[in-house]
């Protein structure tokens, strides 16, 4: 959420590869930030890729499930539940910075990020079962407890994701070699998006609906964040750990050294911003398939399944035009591709389902990219600071990167509920939506579609003043250079190093 590999697979390195760390684990030898790497083992690739189950899984069910949970199970007001997925989220905007830091300074026979993919991913997983959990049935009382206990998962999850997603800098020195690891994660993610979207409804509806059958529902996903954890803990035990290298000497220090990287910034709010977006159409898929397509039992998966599995397929086709393209123009493109299919399906009342589902799995196709490239594009960022300064800090970087990340897709879900309470959306504490007028099956459609539209598209002139990470190539990519090769190597640095 195995996943097949995203654009050309990497063959087996000559040698280890280390990362940067706090001290070398068992059989892992050391390297110093900013030299030696190169083309990863591919169950390195394989097994840092597993960690996207985790964190697809959180990233998809909560903005999936826990609002339609919320208004139509626990009976809570759709204006209310929008504050209760977004506040304990946007708690995360302190944490993860912080939980950055932390993981910089970490030292254990590890290294610095493992021990927190161990027991804060493990933390997570029982935190998420203890969401649905609903000791104190349905009414205020229970959207309260989901509060706190959403407080609680998102803080281990801040704990889990940031030095997750600090490592590919530390992996690897070359920012070819980052764009193929993206490509790995990505591909599992969205293979976690598949597992996690299409079937935790469907886990709801085998476990009776309702209450019964989110507690359910809390238990699969658990266990697949549990599995996804301990897939990237162990599956990188042999990507090497390095020195300590300096850092600035307070965290405050540290924001400051971020906040003056001009590209970083912008890379930063354009995702932020369209994490909003993406977040919104999670939002609705379930209103959608209840309301506008009429089909709230197996409307959810079908459309999940369009939406997903187009992006297993076209991975390698993006890798390949990102190589062509440069990053930041293949990013633009797919963010557009993204928008230009939500502002479509405006049009979903009047036409045949099946035109319908062709629209979302357009959607996903620009989905894959736009995913694929911001997430590459980062530690691009992260590696050209620690070259310029010297000092590594791709925690604090990944830190206010997922700290973004984890507020605009909570921004989502705020933003859809806001509109079904301003269209006048009815909640129900049966399990199944109350009958809804003709204005909020408006704003059902309009949440859905137009909204996220006009968050995705907007986003991209954010990148268009500044010289991006890496530059477009100069010239045209031959694909037939072997992978592994040393004019590939030459190749892929051409393209894409800073």
Not at 320 to 326: C, F, I
Request: glycine share 12%.
């Amino acid at each position: 959420m195995s996943a097949p590999p995203a654009g050309p697979p990497a063959p087996p390195a000559v040698g280890p590869v280390p990362a940067l760390g706090a001290s070398a684990p068992a059989g892992g030898p050391v390297r110093p930030s900013g030299t030696g790497g190169g083309e990863l083992p591919r169950r390195v690739h394989a097994g840092y890729a597993l960690g996207s189950l985790a964190t697809g899984a959180f990233g998809t069910v909560p903005g999936l499930l826990l609002l339609p949970y919320l208004t139509d199970t626990l009976g809570v007001a759709a204006g209310l539940a929008a504050l209760l997925v977004l506040l304990p989220k946007a708690w995360d905007v302190l944490v993860n910075p912080v939980a950055g830091r932390i993981s910089d300074r970490t030292r254990s026979r590890w290294g610095p990020r493992r021990p927190w993919l161990l027991g804060a991913g493990l933390a997570l997983a029982v935190l998420f079962a203890a969401i649905f959990a609903a000791p104190f049935g349905v009414g205020p009382a229970a959207g309260a407890y989901v509060a706190v206990a959403f407080l609680a998962t998102a803080t281990a999850f801040a704990f889990f994701q940031v030095p997750y997603v600090a490592m590919p800098a530390e992996l690897t020195d070359d920012a070819a070699e980052r764009t193929r690891l993206m490509g790995w994660r990505v591909a599992v993610l969205a293979l976690a998006i598949l597992i996690s979207g299409a079937v935790a409804p469907v886990v709801v509806t085998a476990g009776g609906e309702g209450v019964a059958g989110h507690r359910w529902m809390g238990v699969f996903v658990a266990a697949l964040i549990a599995f996804g954890a301990l897939g990237a803990f162990l599956g990188t035990r042999s990507a090497a750990t390095g020195a300590v290298t300096a850092t600035e000497p307070t965290l405050r220090a540290q924001l400051a050294v971020v906040a003056a990287d001009r590209p970083f910034r912008a890379l930063l709010l354009c995702f932020v911003v369209q994490s909003a977006g993406v977040a919104t159409i999670l939002a609705g898929v379930s209103y959608f398939a209840a309301q506008i397509l009429r089909d709230p039992t197996t409307g959810p998966t079908v459309l999940f399944a369009c939406f997903v599995g187009p992006a297993l397929l076209v991975m390698p086709l993006w890798t390949r035009l990102g190589a062509r393209l440069g990053k930041k123009t293949a990013l633009v493109a797919a963010s557009l591709l993204l928008a230009a299919g939500a502002a479509a399906l405006v049009a979903a009342p009047v036409l045949p389902v099946a035109a319908v589902y062709a629209v979302v799995a357009l959607l996903g196709v620009g989905y894959a990219g736009q995913q694929v490239f911001a997430l590459a594009l980062l530690p691009d960022c992260v590696a050209a600071s620690t070259a310029r300064t010297g000092r590594r800090q791709a925690g604090v970087f990944t830190g206010l990167w997922t700290a973004g990340e984890t507020f605009g897709l909570a921004l989502g879900p705020g933003i859809y509920g806001l509109v079904l309470a301003v269209s006048g959306y009815v909640s129900s504490a049966t399990g199944t939506a109350a009958a809804q007028s003709d204005t909020a099956r408006l704003g059902v459609l309009l949440g859905f579609t137009a909204v996220p539209a006009l968050l995705i598209a907007p986003a991209t002139l954010l990148l268009h003043p500044h010289p991006y990470l890496p530059p477009p190539p100069t010239h045209l990519v031959d694909h037939g250079v072997a992978v592994g090769t040393k004019a590939a190597k030459i190749h892929g640095k051409a393209t894409t190093s800073p």
